[in-house]
């Protein structure tokens, strides 16, 4: 096979000063050296040579932009296995995902040096289809909640969010077209909202997990990271799923609106009237008080099952587990009466959402309680995208118009196994937003 592009360790690829002025960092991001960075769109319809020519223009990027933001655990280019529609084209894969040849080490410095043996699945696939695996995106310890160093593109004060903090950031700051995390709560829709990029949870058990670190196995899902929502639907394509066909239905969202902080509620309020005045129909369901106990009850599943997975490794590693001995301990004192209780609650909501898709096959939600935080201490709340999780639902969040301040997105849920419509229904619904805030 042609070799695609030379292996780069990260350590040769940062040739700039280690720390950045946020001054410095905000105009290299727009007038640096390398050119501003090509949607997955763009991506799909360049060249061979334009593809190479913008895989090098990445690279200048991590380059360029990689020390203030520490998206990246390393950065190695892997040659494809295959061709396809992604040939060319490079991603990255958080960090609790098996590669071959390439460092997992699950966020953790206890496993730092670890290599992995073989490729997961997901990666398997998009190899075989041509992309090219850039590297190793941060995440959070074990995907639980001791925070990565990753910064916000949007912001270097605040958290990008987490657990996949390095893949939401990496394709906010244009560093990679796409790239793949993983969701146990909120991991992939509140990094995506944090972060101003579109990010996407399929229906719970489509995409395998092999390969891929647990921590709940019953709530576990990869998702993906791109710039807007047209490029998810191109990239849910290429991988060989199917793309639908457009759709004309009433969308539905909660009245009262759930509990979240004051310019999140503003942002969703106004898009929801923008959505109006666009001509689509939008009905009100009142399921905040559901949602709230959902998010409680995969609270309880993700303790109980977690902890039971790393009891081994809380034995052996203790206090060095950081705050995974909090879910370790909390999570083996839960009874299996409430964790059976809690998964009884989502069987029961899941019926009763069933029946509210029938009416309206979308419904809308906010993607975050509100913008991301101050500092890097937390990496926020995930409330907000627990329920769907636990739910199984397919979701994606895409951003908000806003005419200031830190990012925000709108979160479009649909029924299991309705992953193509939620898509184009976020495609439908970026596009009269955007038509109606130009």
Known sequence: MKRTCAPIEFSKLIGVPTKLDRRTFVLA???GSSARAQSLTQWFHASRKTRALELRKCLDR??????????????KPQEPTGSGPL?????????????????????????????GVADAAIVRGLRQRGAILLGKTQTTAFA????????????????????????????????????????TQGSVLR?????????FKPTYGLLSLEGVLPLAKSLDTLGFYTPTAADMLALWEAMGHPAGAGEDFALAAPDPI????????????????ALQKAGLSIRSVDIAGMLA????????????EGARFHEQRFKEYGARLADLVDLVQKGLQIPMEQYDEARRYIAESAARVREIYKA????????????????????????MNAPWTALGTPAISIPLPISSGLPLGLQLTADRGQDARVLRAAVRVHAALKLHFV
């Open 87 to 115: 040939s060319g084209i490079p991603f990255g894969v958080k960090d609790i995902v098996e590669t071959r040849g390439l460092a997992t080490e699950y966020g953790s410095p206890i496993y730092k040096g670890r290599i």
């Open 29 to 31: 991001a727009a007038n």
């Open 258 to 273: 759930p509990d979240v902080e004051p310019p999140m509620k503003a942002a969703f309020q106004n898009a929801l009237s």
């Open 360 to 383: 309206t096959p979308v419904i809308l939600v906010p993607a975050a309680t509100g913008p991301a935080p101050l500092g890097l201490s937390s990496t926020g709340d995930p409330r």
């Open 144 to 183: 639980y909640r001791t925070p990565a160093p990753t910064r916000n593109p949007r912001d270097l004060g605040h958290t990008p969010g987490g657990s996949s903090s390095g893949s939401a950031a990496a394709v906010a700051a244009g560093m990679v077209p796409f790239a793949v995390g993983e969701q």
């Open 293 to 304: 106990r959902l998010a409680e009850a995969s609270n309880t599943v993700m303790f109980y």
């Open 191 to 199: 990094p995506a909202s944090y972060c101003g990029v579109t990010g």
């Open 62 to 75: 991590i380059r360029e932009l990689e020390p203030a933001i520490h998206a990246w655990v390393q950065v």
